[in-house]
């Protein structure tokens, strides 16, 4: 693993954000089959890899519902939101950054406790067992 | 630059100093501060805490860099012999002379003693300095070695500052004796049936009082064996403390010939000026309105008055009415005195209420139209004293009936209103002259929250303490007017607030958080703050694991790794006192090598490695543990470390194993989940090279066992700990610890540390020692129970997980891949590595 790079080669904001827009129901074109609903813990989320893409995948069991969302927080770039903890705020389903927790709506993205960008966010199907989150490219 | 000259590092000398170097324009004055004392000033108030304590530094106002931090020049141990008003000049004894621009003089006052026969003898001391106080205690321990009964001893003076000295004089191990000349204690405060009630509770307590007692001659040869009232009455004693009232320092003053009182004391006009323009004298050798003010509060006042007017701020005078009421606890019993304690029968009428079955002795004086309240006394139950002080103080209206203001309520509302009703200007606290509308100030313009910032903004209550509970009630009662909850409810998904959480836990036994929030709840599906709480709470209660419900932990829970800042985790194995093989080390530096890991030594003395990503985590920990290593909980609210001294297996100053002592703390409590993460330190001697006072709990060898301190931190407060129990042995320390960690866990807030817990705890370290040592609430054997069972289920999580390959799935990047995160962006640094910097 080569983790040591060059000034060059350092991470560019613009460019992160860039891969990642909020995707509707009705636009999706690719559903991506992504794990089984038992790889993901019970009121949690994991990770998903998609091309190169990162995508934060809840299962809120307690409201029996999937959310899947960027893995990048928009605050510090960096990609931890999967390993956040998810619960509610008045009701919105949310999920807080675990290294600032700066919470964003699982809905539709929105920074509920600060003017941070929205985060973007994705539908999520189960089918037998199995998790799939669309995209519309 | 003007030169200030302050002669008297007291209270109020200290208290001027203070209140100068906040103004913005002080930086325009040098100070100068001439002391008798060797020491820098120190709480002259609290002083019969030394006996309990022998810390002298503790009572420090100030310790002694803050002088030279705020470009204050102190010189202790000297004397200031003359003045040269003329030649604005000053000499010491030493026969330096300095000149001045202006000159305070807060020389104090000296204990006054009678002119007695025989008052010179050995064994006859008198009670304001802390070396009055030691030379008490060396007599007392001489005449007190080798003798198994109890000696008697008296204090000669049953005021305020007689009655602190007989507790010293208790503490100290004698038989005391009070003797008053006047036919009831404190007689400038309390009117004849409230001196009965005191008596009586300070009587049941082993004090001896003796009322309307001349003493006419000390007896004995060379040392004191008794006191002589007149014919046929004599006490035998062989040690007497006088404290019979204070004489004001005025001999400096005479020197220049200032002009002084009658009867002596510095005279001042209302600007606390001398009779010389340039020259001001504050405190207890001050004599303002021909009186002289021996309570710590008017000298406080006189200390401000001082400030403005050498600032120029002249429009700022002291007023003529002083204040001289006072609340403060005697020997255990409250006693309070506010306004005019006794009614004169032209003036207003009295109320009295007495219920000796409780010791209560409450009186109010009402003016003739019952529209006034004039003053009054609290014996026992001082629980109104603020409200009925503030009432008096601003001429507030009180009811028709005025008696409800002292009887015992019967719908349990006190008959006062609300501390809002109080005018803005009343002073809340008098020592720090902090007024309602200064607190309300500061909480509605948002520079303050919560009571703590209230209290470091204004300094209110960290005087006497006496306004604290209306300072809370201020506070509570403003934020509740700005529409902010001050519930301590956890977060919107409970109404309740840890305490509560932690009981229904423990009482229902629940094993999940689901559990809780469904019976408990208010209907929300939990969030970042309730989630790891009751995570943290499984673990106090049943020694659960971060493994068992991994999504409800908090982040660094979650994967038992500290979460760094670009998402990677740093490992820290426990090293158990510090204490660490060759072999082992070079395991850990093998390990690091192998990962890429940056390595540090971290400030709780074991090794950090940084830079490990999610999946590397159990691959290092497997190496870890098969080099004999266990979680070091770096990432939990729990036990972090036991720091420990090399005490005396290696040190020539040691007293005992701090390292063999150091290891078994930090192996008992290891893993404990608590409120927020504890720390511990064993020092092998009072060198305290393991800066053991600074820890949650700490420990230092002493002859005879271990001195045993609480509650310190060091972080954005730091704080002491506080001495909680002295030479006792290993087995103690450990009884102690077990109620200690248990209380603590069962009763603090989220995230509070032992530090704020204590401090807000009500009763503080003297309620913390009646529920750990005595017992007061009979739940030792719970605690000493609870705490047992945590010790016995203690496994390492980090073994529990790489044995498991359920709990294992966690520590991926991805769910659907085995690839890390390609995201991460290292740069070299002297020779290791580092993220690359935040933009």
Redesign the interface.
């Known amino acids: ?1 080569e ?3 060059t ?1 060059s ?3 560019n ?1 613009e460019e ?1 954000l860039d891969k990642y827009k909020t995707t509707q129901l009705e636009n999706v074109i690719f559903w991506f089959k ?2 089984s609903i038992h ?6 989320g ?4 998609y091309k ?1 893409k ?1 995508i934060a ?1 809840f299962n ?1 069991t ?2 029996n519902k999937w959310y899947a969302c960027q893995n ?1 927080c928009p605050h ?5 939101l999967s ?9 919105i ?2 999920v ?1 950054c ?2 600032h ?1 700066k ?1 964003f709506s699982l809905e539709n993205g929105k920074n509920l406790n600060g003017d941070l960008d929205a985060i973007a966010t994705y539908p999520v199907k189960i089918e037998e067992e199995n998790v799939y989150i669309g995209f519309s490219d | 630059m003007k030169h200030i000259i302050v002669v008297g590092n007291g209270m109020v000398g200290y208290k001027f100093c203070e209140k100068f170097i906040q103004k913005p324009n002080a930086k325009n004055y040098k100070i100068t501060v001439f002391g008798e004392e060797p020491r820098p000033a120190y709480d002259r108030v609290h002083l019969s805490e030394f006996f309990e304590n022998k810390d002298a530094k503790a009572l420090e106002m100030a310790p002694i860099e803050w002088y030279s931090n705020n470009n204050i020049d102190l010189i202790t141990n000297t004397r200031v012999n003359s003045i040269d008003k003329v030649a604005k000049t000053i000499e010491t004894i030493h026969a330096n002379e300095f000149s001045y621009d202006y000159l305070v003089l807060a020389t104090g006052s000296s204990p006054f003693v009678p002119n007695i026969e025989g008052v010179e003898k050995d064994g006859v001391f008198v009670y304001r300095t802390i070396e009055d106080l030691e030379d008490t205690l060396q007599y007392a321990s001489i005449i007190q070695a080798g003798r198994k009964e109890k000696i008697k001893a008296a204090v000669l003076g049953g005021g305020l500052l007689g009655l602190e000295a007989a507790k010293a004089v208790k503490d100290m191990g004698f038989e005391p004796h009070v003797i008053e000349f006047a036919p009831k204690l404190m007689p400038r405060q309390l009117d004849k049936r409230s001196s009965n009630v005191l008596q009586e509770k300070i009587e049941s307590l082993g004090i001896t009082v003796h009322l309307s007692k001349i003493t006419s001659k000390i007896l004995g040869k060379s040392s004191i064996t008794g006191m002589e009232f007149g014919e046929n009455d004599r006490l035998d004693v062989e040690m007497l403390i006088v404290s019979a009232g204070i004489r004001p320092r005025d001999e400096l003053a005479k020197t220049c010939d200032l002009k002084i009182g009658t009867r002596g004391g510095i005279w001042v006009n209302h600007k606390m000026q001398t009779s010389d323009e340039n020259i001001y004298a504050i405190g207890e050798c001050a004599l303002f309105n021909n009186m002289i003010y021996g309570l710590v509060a008017p000298g406080y006042d006189m200390a401000e008055i001082a400030v403005h007017q050498i600032l120029g701020e002249n429009e700022i005078v002291m007023q003529d009415k002083i204040d001289m009421s006072t609340k403060l606890k005697l020997i255990g019993v409250d006693v309070a005195s506010y306004g005019e304690p006794f009614m004169p029968i032209e003036k207003g009428h009295s109320i009295i209420f007495e219920d000796k079955t409780k010791g209560i002795y409450k009186r109010i004086n009402v003016s003739h139209d019952k529209k006034k309240l004039l003053g009054g006394i609290l014996i026992g139950d001082v629980s109104d004293y603020n409200m009925l002080h503030q009432i008096y103080l601003n001429s507030m209206a009180i009811p028709e009936d005025p008696s409800q203001l002292i009887l015992p309520a019967s719908d349990g509302k006190a008959a006062f209103g609300d501390v809002m009703d109080l005018p803005n200007e009343a002073q809340v606290c008098s020592c720090e002259s902090v007024t309602k509308g200064q607190i309300c100030e500061i909480i509605e313009n948002g520079q303050a929250s919560d009571l703590a910032d209230v209290v470091s903004c204004t300094k209110a209550g960290t005087g006497c303490g006496g306004c604290k509970p209306m300072v809370s009630d201020l506070t509570n009662a403003t934020l509740k007017s700005l529409g902010i909850e001050v519930k301590d409810s956890v977060c919107e998904h409970f109404d309740l607030n840890r305490q509560d959480l932690y009981k229904i836990i423990q009482v229902k036994g629940y094993k999940t958080f689901n559990e809780v929030l469904d019976n408990h709840g208010n209907g929300g599906h939990g969030c970042e703050l309730c989630k790891p709480l009751v995570a943290s709470l499984m673990a106090s209660i049943n020694a659960d694991t971060a493994n068992e419900e991994y999504a409800i932990q908090d982040s660094n829970d979650r994967f038992m790794a500290n979460i760094q800042r670009n998402g990677t985790y740093s490992v820290v194995p426990r090293v158990p006192g510090g204490e660490i093989t060759p072999d082992k080390l070079i395991a850990l530096g093998q390990i690091a090598k192998k990962y890429d890991l940056y390595t540090k030594i971290t400030g709780g003395v074991r090794v950090d490695l940084f830079g490990a990503t999610l999946n590397q985590l159990p691959l290092i920990w497997k190496d870890l543990i098969s080099h004999g290593f266990e979680s070091g909980h770096a990432y939990g609210k729990s036990l972090r470390t036991v720091k420990t001294c090399v005490g005396s297996t290696w040190c020539r100053y040691g007293m005992d194993e701090s390292v063999s002592f150091g290891i078994e703390l930090e192996n008992r409590y290891r893993g404990i989940r608590a409120p927020h993460k504890i720390k511990g330190g064993v020092s092998g001697c009072i060198r305290e090279c393991a800066e053991a006072r600074g820890k949650d709990f700490g420990l230092i060898a002493v002859e005879g066992g271990w001195n045993l301190y609480l509650g310190g931190n060091g972080g954005a407060n730091p704080r002491h700990a506080e001495l909680f129990a002295e030479q006792i042995d290993n087995e103690t320390v450990i009884k102690y610890l077990d109620r200690y960690l248990m209380f603590y866990m069962r009763t603090a807030k989220p995230l509070q540390r032992t530090a704020a817990w204590q401090e807000r705890l009500e009763g503080g370290l003297e309620y913390l020692k009646e529920v750990i040592i005595d017992d007061k609430l009979e739940i030792v054997e719970d605690l000493e129970q609870e705490m047992q069972t945590l010790v016995n289920r203690y496994k390492c999580e980090w073994t529990q997980a790489v044995n498991d390959p359920e709990m294992m799935k966690r520590f991926n990047h991805f769910v659907n891949s085995k690839e890390e995160d390609d995201n991460l962006v290292f740069v070299p640094m002297r020779e290791q590595k580092m993220p690359e910097p935040w933009s």
């Open positions: 693993m983790l040591i790079s000034q080669e350092t991470k904001m992160i992504a794990a790889d993901f813990p019970k009121d949690g994991a990770c998903v890899k190169d990162q995948v809120f307690r409201l990048v510090k770039m960096e990609m931890v390993r956040g903890m998810i619960g509610d705020q008045k009701g389903p949310k807080a675990p290294l927790k919470t």
